[in-house]
């Protein structure tokens, strides 16, 4: 019997693990802002008036009215944590009235920690964390709006002028000393735990834009180098079939019998682009396994993902294999850096019998609501599930892999692998001793060239003339269309 889990509790996982790791730091920074005043109300205020309140029913109204003064103050201050939390990282701009209501709860406050320290009717030491409590509950907030320097030269004057007045009341210089210590305290404590916590805040969101960007070019890298190389390939074929065209129309003018050989030129030239193209848009262009490993590491090292590539070195596989695996590493790192937030990414490469395995897994996958009731194995391998453990699968990237490893035998599985864990599998087989991808003879699935396909019925072969030294080799027959 599996006990499951709650489905609130699965809510909040998934909404959880849909966010990224700076928006989990945010959400953790802003819970904590909004809490700690409370527990600094309750330990330094309420509990020490209480403690220490003398009997007489002024003093009780008074220690009552800055309980309720404090409780305000706090209940403002934590509706403004998020809008000045905005403010300080640029995302909208704070009005300055925003600050008005809780400037004068702080004010109103001071002045009842003054009246009750002046007139005894709480203990001194409980006026001093009282103190201490109203200025880190409007302290966290001003600490975020303001400068660092305007921030210390208003706690400077603040601490003077406390200092003025306390030593007015009583008259003692210790107690000019322990109200100076206690207004440093707050302030240093305010500027550290907001003032710095939105700092880190501001440097994890840089990193994060840093991160997107950085998957956003090598994306966009991968698009350049495609259209250079199909620039290559076709570049040169058109000009020339663009080129015998004219001088073929020109040889027909002039009724010579050169024109049918042009044109049967232009028709090879033309099915070997058809062949060139097919080679670049399935990546048979000579993608080294080695090559691409090393780059995942470096790239996802890049991102702030902890990479570890482990396995047997990849140059001793012949290189149809390499080609196929090669692009399933390039797939699969693509597919980490654009989906998901993971911390760690393990590449394995490694032999089981007549076959080679690579594997790709990576944490931070979002918890499918199918993994959360069935089991972490619902839905592995069927295709449907996203390259790290998102959405649906509805792109090309796992259908073009499956057709790729398909070509030399291989299958492809991807799906979750645990809670958060997707792994993506690819399996190719190892040629025998005797078989060489190279020789023709269709080993790994190498398919013959359309340009020497036997010719359909409805056409009649037509021989190919002899070829330039200079030109490729054309087929040993074309096919024409018989009118």
Request: with cysteine.
């Amino acid at each position: 019997m599996t006990l499951r889990t709650p489905r609130p509790i699965l809510g909040w996982q998934r909404a959880w693990h849909a966010r990224s790791k700076a928006a989990r730091v945010e959400l953790q920074s802003v819970i904590m802002w909004r809490f700690l005043p409370w527990v600094f109300a309750l330990t330094w205020m309420a509990l020490p008036l209480l403690a220490g309140l003398q009997h007489g029913l002024l003093s009780r109204l008074l220690a009552a009215s800055l309980l309720l003064v404090g409780v305000l103050q706090i209940v403002w201050a934590n509706r403004l944590v998020r809008p000045v939390l905005d403010h300080y990282l640029g995302r909208a701009v704070l009005p300055p009235r925003a600050l008005w209501t809780p400037a004068a709860l702080f004010v109103l406050a001071l002045a009842l920690v003054a009246t009750l320290h002046g007139l005894d009717a709480v203990a001194p030491w409980g006026c001093r964390l009282a103190l201490g409590a109203v200025l880190l509950s409007f302290g966290t907030v001003y600490a975020m709006v303001v400068p660092v320097r305007i921030f210390l030269r208003h706690s400077a004057i603040g601490c003077v002028l406390l200092m003025t007045v306390f030593g007015l009341l009583r008259g003692d210089v210790g107690e000019v000393l322990f109200t100076a210590a206690i207004t440093a305290f707050g302030a240093g404590l305010s500027i550290l735990g907001s003032r710095c916590g939105a700092w880190t805040l501001a440097v994890l969101w840089e990193a994060e834009r840093s991160r997107d960007i950085e998957a956003r070019l090598a994306v966009a890298e991968e698009r350049l180098r495609f259209g250079r190389d199909l620039h290559d390939v076709m570049g040169r074929n058109l000009a020339v079939i663009a080129l015998k065209s004219e001088l073929a129309v020109q040889l027909a003018r002039r009724g010579r019998p050169e024109a049918e050989s042009q044109m049967m030129e232009v028709q090879r030239i033309a099915q070997e682009s058809q062949r060139e193209v097919r080679e670049v848009v399935r990546g048979y262009r000579g993608a080294d396994l080695g090559v691409e490993l090393s780059g995942a590491r470096g790239v996802l090292t890049a991102a702030g993902i902890d990479c570890t590539v482990t396995g047997p070195p990849a140059g001793g596989l012949p290189a149809p294999v390499q080609s196929a695996l090669a692009w399933v590493v390039r797939e699969a790192v693509t597919n980490v850096l654009r989906h998901g937030n993971p911390q760690r990414c393990t590449v394995a490469l490694r032999t089981a019998g007549d076959r080679i395995e690579l594997s790709v897994e990576n944490d931070g996958a979002p918890v499918p609501e199918a993994q959360s009731e069935d089991g972490p194995e619902a839905g592995s391998g069927s295709g449907q599930a996203s390259p790290v453990g998102g959405a649906a699968g509805r792109g090309s990237g796992l259908a073009g892999l499956r057709e790729r490893l398909a070509e030399i035998g291989g299958t492809l599985r991807a799906g979750p692998a645990g809670t958060g864990v997707f792994r993506l599998t690819a399996e190719v087989p190892l040629p025998g001793p005797s078989s060489s991808p190279s020789a023709g003879d269709g080993s790994f699935g190498a398919r013959v060239p359309d340009a020497e396909a036997a010719p359909p019925s409805g056409t009649r072969a037509v021989p190919s003339p002899p070829s330039s030294p200079s030109s490729p080799s054309s087929p040993s027959s074309l096919s024409e269309v018989t009118p």
